[in-house]
Nanobody, 121 residues
């Protein structure tokens, strides 16, 4: 089984920065893509950023140029550096990992518990 532990959320003023971390642990054979989603009250969960094992990235248009996703492959950890934060970035941020558990042939999607990011105006 694979577990994800997130950290780094909090309250910040508009224009500020936060860095989210998500560490995967457990029996892991391989991690494919790692990414971050967010869900604001009354809205659907949306992709924020995703990073493949080959280094390709995808960003939501609303965060391009402000957010940067990175990963530490040796420690199965993904980061999201968020700069120039806006009130509309307020949401619960979820880590998402596509990983092959140890002893398995196929990959599965795993979700973190979510971390609240609140940006005040």
């Amino acid at each position: 089984q694979v577990q994800l532990v997130e950290s780094g959320g909090g309250l910040v003023q508009a224009g500020g920065s936060l860095r989210l971390s998500c560490a995967a642990s457990g029996s892991i054979f391989r991690v494919n893509h790692m990414g971050w989603y967010r869900q604001a009250p009354g809205k659907q969960r949306e992709l924020v950023a995703r990073l493949t094992s080959g280094g390709s990235t995808d960003y939501a248009d609303s965060v391009k140029g402000r957010f940067t996703i990175s990963r530490d492959n040796a420690n199965f950890t993904v980061y999201l550096q968020m700069n120039s934060l806006k009130p509309e970035d307020t949401a619960v941020y979820y880590c998402n990992v596509d990983a092959v558990p140890g002893g398995k042939r196929y990959s599965y999607f795993y979700w973190g518990q979510g971390t609240q990011v609140t940006v005040s105006s």
